[in-house]
């Protein structure tokens, strides 16, 4: 049984940083990638950005691009998204997640991850 957990959430004023980590159960990281999503309240849960198995393809929402990071260690099984430059429409909460599968997938599709972690409370505001 694969199990994510993340981690790092929490609440930071417009312009600050925060460091997201998801640990895998072994196993997990055979998968093609992994992908971090969120879901703002009363909204539908949207692609973040995503990660090659080998870290050496790195994918982005165009809202993040420039401000957040995402980033691997296989031989810890963690994954990790380094957000800069917080603003309060990034508040969400943040799930990372497995698509469970070593052959190619669109890494930007939800439907297209089979595991999914408990999430973590990311709240932008002053």
């Known amino acids: 049984q694969v199990q994510l957990v993340e981690s790092g959430g929490g609440l930071v004023q417009p312009g600050g940083s925060l460091r997201l980590s998801c640990a895998a159960s072994?196993?997990?990281?055979?998968?093609?990638?992994m992908g971090w999503f969120r879901q703002a309240p009363g909204k539908e849960r949207e692609f973040v950005a995503a990660?090659?198995?080998?870290?050496?393809?790195?994918y982005y929402a165009d809202f993040v691009k420039g401000r957040f990071t995402i980033s691997r260690d296989n031989a810890k099984n963690t994954v990790s998204l380094q957000m800069n430059s917080l603003k309060p429409e990034d508040t969400a909460v943040y799930y990372c997640?497995?698509?469970?599968?070593?052959?190619?997938?669109?890494?930007?599709?939800?439907?297209?991850?089979?595991?999914w972690g408990q999430g973590t409370q990311v709240t932008v505001s002053s």
């Open positions: 072994a196993g997990t990281f055979s998968s093609y990638g």
């Open positions: 990660i090659s198995w080998s870290g050496g393809n790195t």
């Open positions: 997640a497995d698509p469970a599968s070593s052959y190619y997938r669109n890494l930007r599709l939800r439907g297209n991850y089979d595991y």
